[in-house]
Nanobody, 119 residues
Framework: QVQPVESGGGLVQPGGSLRLSCEAS????????MGWYRQAPGKQRELVAT???????NYTDSVKARFTISRDNAKSTVYLQMNTLKPEDTAVYYC?????????????WGQGTQVTVSS
């Protein structure tokens, strides 16, 4: 059973840093595009960053130059390094694994990890 599991969230002061990790078991990790999404209270879930199976990255404008997504296929893990955090980055962060194989789409979500940016 495919199960992404996030870790690394917590409380941090504005301007601080956190690194989120997501280990995805039960799948051939290198075949999946991976992404980080977030959902703040009262808002819709939004894309934060993605990294394809070939290593191409994409970021939402609000996190460019502050966040970095990376992956380690040997460890079946995707990371999100978050620097210069702002209160508006406060949200539950979710890991996503996605693959298209033929005419079938496969997508899996983690349970989420809370990130709170506050003084």
């Amino acid at each position: 059973q495919v199960q992404p599991v996030e870790s690394g969230g917590g409380l941090v002061q504005p301007g601080g840093s956190l690194r989120l990790s997501c280990e995805a078991s039960g799948m051939i990790f290198s075949m999946y595009d991976m992404g980080w999404y977030r959902q703040a209270p009262g808002k819709q879930r939004e894309l934060v960053a993605t990294i394809t199976k070939r290593g191409s990255t994409n970021y939402t404008d609000s996190v460019k130059a502050r966040f970095t997504i990376s992956r380690d296929n040997a460890k079946s893990t995707v990371y999100l390094q978050m620097n210069t955090l702002k209160p508006e980055d406060t949200a539950v962060y979710y890991c996503n694994a996605a693959m298209t194989l033929g005419r079938y789409d496969y997508t899996y979500w983690g349970q989420g990890t809370q990130v709170t940016v506050s003084s």
